[in-house]
């Protein structure tokens, strides 16, 4: 059992309750002990694809938490909240409405390399306590702005004529995006105000929703002792990265964490594999072929 399960997370359940599900699911199975981990927090108001990992693939983890993410999300004008979704109460309102055409317009300034202010309600730390705490005693603070990027922002859907209350967008995004500080930054570029009123994960790293499951098929799955039919392999959550096929001497200096030497590759990551076992996930520098992560398999 070393490998993901992927989650269509439902609305209303945190990241860390999806990850005690799948423990549960585990324990039922009869399964032995693993380490559970997520691949990428998903706030409780918000849905779709939550990679879990199991086993070897914790380790896996931090690269999935570096790889891009598709969203889709809906803004709704008028009323900005101090969550910036639902959940918040509202801070600030506007009778300015956009039009469709208004919202294409501004895309485009949203859209490649940006600076964004995270929200004041995210796990951010600032002087080393977590902004949503700090923001939920009531205190005021300042949070520094970071560098993201937009590879892809569009329209999914909304009147095509006269003033949108709301409308649904999707974006293709960097790690460290905040979509609902986009909503913010969008709204606001229009003249109003607005907040997320729906945000669906759909992508994360190489995992769509296609592959992911719901809470109560992994029930199902635990109580028919079948997680193996929904256990995607250790080496899905590496499909980017290419293969580095190593002899057995090789694999053995590899898992002993010795670098290789002389082994002419393209620079960067790579997955070094002894026949079909993964043996290590390694950075090729010039010369050297050094171990990133080993697994124990």
Do not use: C
Request: charged letters at 25%; a neutral charge.
């Amino acid at each position: 059992m070393h490998g993901w399960i992927i989650i269509d997370k439902p609305h209303g359940l945190g990241s860390t309750q999806a990850v005690s599900a799948v423990k549960r699911a585990l324990r039922t199975a009869g399964e032995a002990r693993y380490k559970v981990g997520h691949g990428g927090t998903l706030d409780p108001l918000a849905t779709g694809v939550l990679p879990v990992a199991i086993g070897e693939a914790t380790k896996l983890a931090g690269h999935m938490l570096d790889s891009d993410k598709i969203y889709d999300f809906t803004i709704r004008f008028g009323t900005e909240t101090d969550t910036l979704d639902l959940e918040g109460k509202a801070i600030a309102t506007s009778e300015v409405l956009p039009r469709q055409a208004d919202v294409l317009a501004v895309l485009p300034r949203f859209t490649g390399p940006i600076e964004q202010v995270p929200p004041a309600y995210s796990a951010i730390k600032v002087d080393g306590e977590r902004a949503y705490d700090r923001a939920r005693a009531g205190e005021t603070f300042e949070i520094k702005t970071r560098s993201v990027v937009i590879h892809a922002l569009s329209i999914s859907s909304g009147e095509d004529e006269g003033r949108l209350s709301e409308i649904t967008l999707t974006a293709h995004v960097s790690k460290g995006t905040y979509i609902r500080s986009l909503a913010r930054d969008i709204a606001r570029a229009l003249g109003t105000v607005g907040h997320v009123t729906m945000l669906r994960r759909t992508k994360a790293g190489p995992f769509t929703v296609a592959s992911a499951i719901s809470l109560d098929k992994l029930g199902e799955a635990a109580k028919g002792r079948a997680l193996e039919d929904i256990l995607l392999p250790l080496t899905a959550g590496l499909d980017d990265i290419p293969a580095l096929t190593v002899s057995p001497d090789q694999a053995r200096a590899l898992r002993e964490g010795r670098k290789l030497i002389g082994i002419a590759k393209h620079q960067g990551l790579h997955l070094a594999t002894e026949g079909t076992v993964p043996v290590a996930l390694v950075e090729v520098s010039g010369p050297e072929v050094r171990v990133v992560r080993g697994f124990n398999l």
